[in-house]
């Protein structure tokens, strides 16, 4: 059971690798895409405890000279300071235009490695191993990567493609089961946004909180399906200037929970999780959606043990302003991405304000 | 008397537009761009204090809104460092994905405004408003962007091209004599390595040591030629993986040069015009080249008040060593850019390491 996705863009094309128990043959993958023989694996100390040694001694075995270089777990590290100690082992591995850095971790140690792989000796090899369901399916496809500003989250950064996105969801065993659900959140948006027959299988399937509830097979096709559909879209799109807009599903009103509720409370797939409900809801009163679909959504959304419903201590005018400092929104105009049939969505800035407050009144309980 | 000079890339081809007192007219020029309404100076004090007011006049007579970005003088400045302190502005002012960092100043300037522009939002406008001739005719031009690492230069960075190059020749009167020379060390690599026409107008010329040397007419002759021939080599060779070599003529000596000397005795200038000597004569040993043209070369370089000898206390053993530790060396090899005839050179790694210590203690004095 393995699958090779290849994303195509006109200069930088790649595979996504997915196969489970494949770890071992991480070295073996990298060797004929003719990279140099340096390689600097960047991780976390928890996720190189567990995978550490068995890729880097997959790595040794490929013939590669292998060093590492671990940064303490967590978003308040994804920082231009962290890309200042990689670059410092950059150096101290005299690493050359044609060495190679392989991200070993969730999305915080991805768009770390990305941004430092883009910008040491104005661009080195790169390649992805995520181990998070969230970098799996989202994080390490698109060519996104950077880091935080103390005001403000991925505001430095570049879009920079890998050589290889390589997946062994066995790694996904050792994952934080509510980590897990981050992950699940970004799946249900592919299905509803994307790919209708995604959502059917995993309607299909009796419970979907962790991994240890997934058969091997379901989670092949749930990696496979997404990325697939992240891949469709950002070759559409390298650049972001319109289709890859249509990601963001879920993620206005989603955005807005997370920042009102300090990014703690609530987490990134919880908040998208109600944000895709409240998009759905709005969807509906404009006659955009269909009741039975909305439904079939929202009890997806909760079978998979996210958030349904906007914590009733948030207020509704502050979540209407968050809405509006967005970046995305374009002079004064919230930018909503509106399902209107199970893989189909549209984008609009035509949602009225106050069918907006009435909306988030409803979701609170 | 103007030229305009297209840069063909396959995404992102851009102008070069060199016009004496077209200071006043940035805003205007820029206009057809479309760049978005927000426009963040970045400069030095001094070269801001000249020019600072013409610049931020023209841009708001144009109708963009307009800050600045002041960063001390000095290659010291080149850092990671006031790369974090141009984002904190770029923050302060709300810059968009759409807005633009105009650099007005030499090829510190330039480069760091290069690299902010790449990396904030994952990319936003960039023009650069070059205002030493090195940055004229060699930094501005290429893409090349990035800072210096505490323990070596250049290596953070990345390929970002701007949407204007604008040149003012008229800016150069108030540049110090010794940095219009180490300009005009690259304008005659250009002749010897791509353009023997430019070669023979320079030989023309009575004097070439200063602004007040040359005609108008000369000195747009001078940049339009070089800014040609770096378009033309970088238009074909974007990423630096072949042709671009040859813009290294007289580096490869040069930089052990300026590196011995500690960066400070000798300036980059010199050490490239020191550095063509060297490449004549050994390309001479080999019977590569004619003495006549050699000799030509090197009037020229004396004329323009650069240095074509090592200085005697320089040991032979260290520049050969420091030859050795380049990062360009392949598999012990030092690859050297070596004429054939004016306009033409060929690169090669076949150079004796004996040959190459006798043409070294020739120079010496
Ligand atoms: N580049 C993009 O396109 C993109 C897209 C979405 C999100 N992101 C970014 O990704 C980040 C979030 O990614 P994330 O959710 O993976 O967060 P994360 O990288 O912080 O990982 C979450 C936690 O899970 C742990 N972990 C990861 N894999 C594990 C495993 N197999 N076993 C045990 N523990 C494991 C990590 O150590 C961490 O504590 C954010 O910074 C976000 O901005 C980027
Ligand atoms: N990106 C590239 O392709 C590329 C190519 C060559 C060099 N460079 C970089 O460029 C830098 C060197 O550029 P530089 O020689 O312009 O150095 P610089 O930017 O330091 O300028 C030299 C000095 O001249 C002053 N100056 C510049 N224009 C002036 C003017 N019109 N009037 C008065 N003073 C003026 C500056 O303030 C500075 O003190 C180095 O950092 C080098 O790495 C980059
Ligand atoms: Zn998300
Ligand atoms: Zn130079």
Same mark, same amino acid.
């Given at each position: 059971?393995?699958?090779?996705? +290849?994303?195509?863009?006109? $200069?930088?094309?790649?595979?996504?690798? *997915?196969?489970?128990?494949?770890?071992?043959?991480?070295?073996?993958?990298?060797?004929?895409?003719?990279?140099?023989?340096?390689?600097?694996?960047?991780?976390?100390?928890?996720?190189?405890?567990?995978?550490?040694?068995?890729?880097?001694?997959?790595?040794?075995?490929?013939?590669?000279?292998?060093?590492?270089?671990?940064?303490? +777990?967590?978003?308040?590290?994804?920082?231009?300071?962290?890309? +200042?100690?990689?670059?410092?082992?950059?150096?101290?591995?005299?690493?050359?235009?044609?060495?190679?850095?392989?991200?070993?971790?969730?999305?915080?140690?991805?768009?770390?490695?990305?941004?430092?792989?883009?910008?040491?000796?104005?661009?080195?090899?790169?390649?992805?191993?995520?181990?998070?369901?969230?970098?799996?399916?989202?994080?390490?496809?698109?060519?996104?990567?950077?880091?935080?500003?103390?005001?403000?989250?991925?505001?430095?950064?570049?879009?920079?493609?890998? &050589?290889?996105?390589?997946?062994?969801?066995?790694?996904?065993?050792?994952?934080?089961?509510?980590?897990?659900?981050?992950?699940?959140?970004?799946?249900?948006?592919?299905?509803?946004?994307?790919?209708?027959?995604?959502?059917?299988?995993?309607?299909?399937? $009796?419970?979907? /909180?962790?991994?240890?509830?997934?058969? +091997?097979?379901?989670?092949?096709?749930?990696?496979?399906?997404?990325?697939?559909?992240?891949?469709?879209?950002?070759?559409?799109?390298?650049?972001?200037?319109?289709?890859?807009?249509?990601?963001?599903?879920?993620?206005?009103?989603?955005?807005?929970?997370?920042?009102?509720?300090?990014?703690?409370?609530?987490?990134?797939?919880?908040?998208?999780?109600?944000?895709?409900?409240?998009?759905?809801?709005?969807?509906?009163?404009?006659?955009?959606?269909?009741?039975?679909?909305?439904?079939? /959504?929202?009890?997806? *959304?909760? &079978?998979?043990?996210?958030?349904?419903?906007?914590?009733?201590?948030? $207020?509704?005018?502050?979540?209407?302003?968050?809405?509006?400092? $967005?970046?995305?929104? &374009?002079?004064?105009?919230?930018?909503?991405?509106?399902?209107?049939?199970?893989?189909?969505? &549209?984008?609009?800035?035509?949602?009225?304000?106050?069918?907006?407050? /009435?909306? *988030?009144?409803?979701?609170? /309980?």
């Amino acid at each position: 059971m393995s699958s090779l996705i +290849a994303v195509n863009l006109p $200069d930088n094309s790649y595979n996504i690798a *997915i196969a489970p128990d494949s770890l071992s043959q991480l070295g073996e993958q990298m060797r004929p895409l003719g990279l140099g023989h340096k390689v600097l694996v960047i991780s976390n100390p928890e996720i190189f405890h567990h995978y550490g040694a068995i890729i880097v001694q997959s790595l040794e075995q490929a013939g590669y000279t292998v060093s590492s270089h671990l940064i303490p +777990a967590g978003e308040s590290y994804k920082t231009l300071d962290s890309i +200042a100690r990689i670059y410092d082992t950059a150096l101290q591995h005299r690493l050359e235009r044609s060495s190679t850095l392989v991200a070993l971790g969730g999305g915080v140690i991805g768009d770390l490695t990305g941004f430092a792989a883009a910008t040491w000796l104005r661009g080195i090899n790169f390649v992805q191993v995520p181990t998070s369901l969230l970098a799996m399916v989202d994080a390490s496809v698109g060519g996104k990567t950077g880091v935080n500003h103390p005001q403000g989250k991925n505001l430095i950064g570049a879009f920079y493609q890998p &050589k290889l996105v390589f997946i062994d969801p066995q790694v996904l065993r050792t994952l934080p089961p509510r980590e897990f659900r981050a992950g699940m959140a970004e799946v249900i948006k592919y299905g509803v946004i994307w790919d209708e027959d995604l959502f059917t299988q995993l309607e299909k399937a $009796d419970r979907l /909180q962790d991994f240890s509830d997934l058969e +091997a097979e379901l989670l092949q096709v749930i990696l496979t399906r997404s990325c697939q559909a992240k891949a469709d879209v950002v070759s559409q799109d390298e650049r972001e200037s319109g289709l890859r807009a249509i990601l963001n599903y879920g993620h206005t009103i989603g955005h807005a929970i997370e920042s009102l509720t300090g990014y703690s409370r609530i987490n990134h797939g919880e908040a998208v999780g109600i944000g895709m409900v409240a998009a759905g809801a709005i969807a509906l009163k404009m006659q955009l959606w269909t009741e039975p679909e909305a439904s079939r /959504q929202n009890a997806l *959304i909760s &079978k998979t043990g996210l958030l349904t419903h906007i914590p009733e201590d948030l $207020d509704t005018g502050a979540i209407v302003e968050s809405l509006q400092m $967005d970046k995305k929104v &374009k002079s004064g105009k919230v930018r909503f991405i509106l399902p209107t049939q199970l893989g189909k969505v &549209k984008i609009t800035d035509e949602v009225p304000n106050d069918l907006l407050g /009435q909306v *988030i009144d409803e979701l609170k /309980q």
